[in-house]
């Protein structure tokens, strides 16, 4: 690809954007209506080929579609499946690109900076990509730099990204979406600003300080803007191909368990979770811990929202309808009627089975390649018969990523006891305790107040 062609910055770059986005929304709607219709001939080719035009795209569509791809019924299954899989892996900058776009954050004489930087990316993703370098001190750091222009592409994919979802919400309300949109919105302009990340990763840093299996990056404030996050290099190997060595029991358990901890300390602990469990976002050490990467897709909630978490698990062990309903309300789902509620619950038992199942056992027990999928697809269908439901926003990312980890979890063939783990995690909770930790956590990272 001509260098010229991955700028798509100024008017004419967001013009060239949007017709790309368009045409691509505009395919999506046309093949919606078309399923809506009963007209499923090519319905997976469909799906394909609109994996392969978000994968070459520089933006957050790619990112929509795979939230969405978790969420039960939000889209088709065949564009569910195919998005599911989804890699952020977009063609990289070349090196004169680079270097303009490295003088426009560091100034002119950014080069004396470092002793070594990489021409060649570490890694492209949707909004950025990582280059490896070396500080005149000899450090190893990574540098990750954001895609020119990248707010403007941002807000053009989001207005393409509403109207796609206009267009399904008309002709199937299982999931009414607003506020799923509204909040992967929010999330998404958050990415934009690498100050912010460079913040969450100073609260990762301390929330997991006594986990010595999971290793967080450390920010370099020097050498770091809104859209050049300069970080302490990990070194590790992708997951895929850990696993392709067909590794023993004992080190894909170490593997899961250390992923385990570095998401749930956090939230039950500190009321924060990590959104974006996806494959390219950790690596595995050589002693089978991990490196926790990329923190731009961060929430942090109230605690009592982190109490119905637990509650709703007591609930369904004790079979309890009230006691759901209630922790439901919490959520911020409105006006539910049990027979809703016995859907959503139908869900949750699904993702907290492994939570209230007090024995050594594999993530998902039971036939099904994909995480949850077929489960997903009875919900949608319980949802259409009673009428719909309205996911609040706070719900969005603690779903994604339970199914995210379900997911990994599956593919490490991890076998735990998930029930102790969870039990270790949030016996004794309490709200007041929850609050003291997350007040002193977010002070002392810079993070001045509570996600919306």
Not at 28 to 52: D, P, Q, V, Y
Not at 80 to 85: C, D, K, R, V, Y
Request: glycine share 8%.
């Amino acid at each position: 690809m001509a260098e010229r062609d991955l700028d798509d910055s100024g008017l004419f770059g967001e013009f060239r954007r949007m017709v790309r986005t368009t045409g691509t929304v505009g395919g999506i709607a046309a093949r919606l209506a078309g399923n809506r219709l009963g007209i499923r001939s090519g319905g997976s080719a469909h799906a394909e080929g609109l994996k392969l035009i978000l994968g070459g795209l520089k933006g957050p569509l790619m990112k929509a579609a795979q939230l969405l791809a978790t969420i039960p019924g939000a889209l088709p299954e065949e564009y569910a499946e195919e998005l599911s899989q989804l890699q952020a892996n977009a063609p990289p900058m070349g090196w004169n690109f680079i270097r303009r776009r490295m003088s426009g954050e560091l100034g002119a004489d950014w080069q004396t900076k470092f002793r070594q930087f990489s021409r060649e990316a570490a890694s492209a993703a949707s909004l950025g990509q990582v280059h490896k370098a070396v500080l005149t001190t000899g450090e190893t750091v990574a540098c990750k730099l954001q895609y020119p222009d990248m707010t403007t592409s941002v807000e053009a994919d989001l207005k393409q990204f509403r109207m796609a979802m206009g267009v399904y919400q008309r002709m199937d309300n299982a999931i009414r979406q607003e506020d799923v949109v509204e909040e992967l919105t929010e999330r998404l302009r958050e990415e934009l600003d690498y100050t912010r990340e460079a913040a969450n990763m100073r609260l990762y840093d301390d929330m997991l300080s006594g986990r010595t299996d999971v290793t967080v990056p450390q920010p370099i404030a020097a050498l770091s803007t809104r859209r050049l996050l300069t970080m302490t290099w990990a070194d590790g190997r992708s997951l895929k191909s850990v696993l392709a060595e067909n590794p023993s029991q004992e080190i894909r358990n170490e593997i899961a368990k250390a992923l385990f901890y570095a998401w749930y300390i956090p939230l039950y602990h500190y009321g924060v979770i990590h959104g974006d469990p996806h494959m390219g976002n950790y690596t595995v050490r050589a002693d089978n811990g991990i490196n926790l990467l990329d923190f731009g897709s961060i929430r942090i909630f109230e605690p009592t929202f982190i109490k119905a978490i637990i509650d709703l698990c007591e609930a369904l062990r004790r079979k309890d309808r009230d006691m759901a309903a209630e922790a439901y309300r919490a959520w911020g789902f409105e006006n539910l009627s049990y027979e809703t509620m016995d859907v959503l619950n139908e869900w949750a038992e699904f993702l907290y089975a492994p939570a209230l199942d007090d024995r050594v056992r594999e993530i998902q027990e039971g036939p099904g390649g994909t995480f949850g999928r077929e489960i997903m697809t009875r919900v949608h269908a319980g949802l259409q018969r009673t009428g719909g439901v309205k996911p609040p926003r706070a719900f969005v990312l603690v779903d994604r990523s339970a199914i995210g980890l379900g997911s990994v979890f599956m593919r490490i063939g991890a076998r735990l006891n998930w029930c102790q783990m969870f039990r270790e995690l949030t016996d004794g909770f309490d709200v007041t305790a929850l609050a003291s930790r997350q007040t002193e956590a977010l002070e002392k990272a810079g993070i001045p107040h509570l996600t919306s």
